[in-house]
DNA sequence: AAGTGGTCTAGACCACTCT
DNA sequence: GAGTGGTCTAGACCACTTG
């Protein structure tokens, strides 16, 4: 049923009730996901893309603006179509505004804190964990603790579980050859790139050493950020929890 | 220079520089903002408004789905393309869970909660006010401080600015008779439509009245929401300050 | 100048909604 | 079945970037 229409189906796809530009847009999704187009690298132009595929050069255009709004590829007039490097700029400090009273939203303006590594050995990831990861119960991931510091004050304590096999370059890294920006690093060493992340924001208070670490004083109001980070494919392959001065804390929503 | 290149310029833009379904998207936009395509209403079929314009049908689409982007427009396959009634639900519940400690998401399962007027009445505006309602320094605003309940249980604090003129339906208004959701009944009162609106989010404590008021004790950690909201024009038309208990915040932010 | 994405045309046919 | 928006075609030309 639903036989072959013409002479070839080696072109457009056969699929009934979704349109050829979607099904164009899967297809070249995968080809992002395997890597066969790898971050950072230009696809080949537009009219080559339609020709290949046998459709109208607004239908190709149809299925790359969809993954252009899904993150997955970027377009620059005149020079070409590239594939993400993936979020460089996801930084905690959208929530948090350090140092002498910020003016209006200056982003690239803000230094990037830097990062010390305090700890990081694997662990069996807890029933929720795996669930979050898609993993096996029990599955194994490095966890990461760390500090934030803004010109070598204490502002952010963050701890983080990544998937074993997939991040075990992180597993025999030196706590000193760890960069300030994770993600771009997840890039070279393990060739994750994150393309979107889901932060939920909470209140609560500092414990003990907590609020030592931070410098603040013991039961001092918080806020916690945990953070859900997804790759290319879509897959969640990074849990991270951030715990900051509450007093510091500054966020702007936009609705619609 | 640049002088009419054919017989008649009555129908496409002579705008250089600018993209004609750009210059369609403002025409349009600007029959919207007037009234003359009324909130709610559809507006004639693309295929009509394409050949008004002298335009080919996917320019006059183009167009569209710009001022669809916008949140002016919304179209409904096989229906038409309608004006936005403006947000219903940009609920402050979006940033609080109250109750019965909740489920993961589940809006519209989340009831409205009750409002209660505790004052209203005209004063000057601020000068920051003033500044960030486009106003005059010292013009007239209502100020409206309600209370929001959920099972009769008092939630939220509330106060709003709105600029007088525009807003004088309200002032006269009998507080029992204002309804629970605000910008349906903008809309309906004063042809106000609320398309867009900007939250910022910080932390406080609540003084001892303010705590009183939510049934918490004194200094209890609060978070406040400052809201800027927007016409069909985009200018800002409402001011806004939320105060909640801050263990009840929850909040989940997309990045990309 | 060559190569890329962006705009635009003038059609055709399909999918959905309502009466 | 009539009317709406959604998809698709096969071209043309424009705007931007780079060698």
Redesign the pocket.
Known sequence: MGAAPGLLTLT?APAV?V???ATLAGRWRERIVAGDWPSGAA?P???ELAREA??????A??ALSALVSDGLLE???????FVTRGLAQASMLRFFRFGPADLPDTPGATPVPHSRILARRPVRASTEQARRLGLADGARVLRVRRMRLIDGRPVLLETLWLPLPLFEPLAVLAPTDWDDLLYPMYSRRCRVTIVRAADELSFGALDAAQARALGLEAQAPAVRVEREAFDLAGRCVELRTTLGDARAFRYRAEIR
Do not use: D, K, M, S
Request: hydrophobic share 35%; net charge positive.
């Open positions: 457009a009730g349109a050829r530009w696809i132009p537009e009219t046998g459709v109208a050069l607004g239908t255009r149809q377009r620059v007039h005149g020079r070409g179509t």
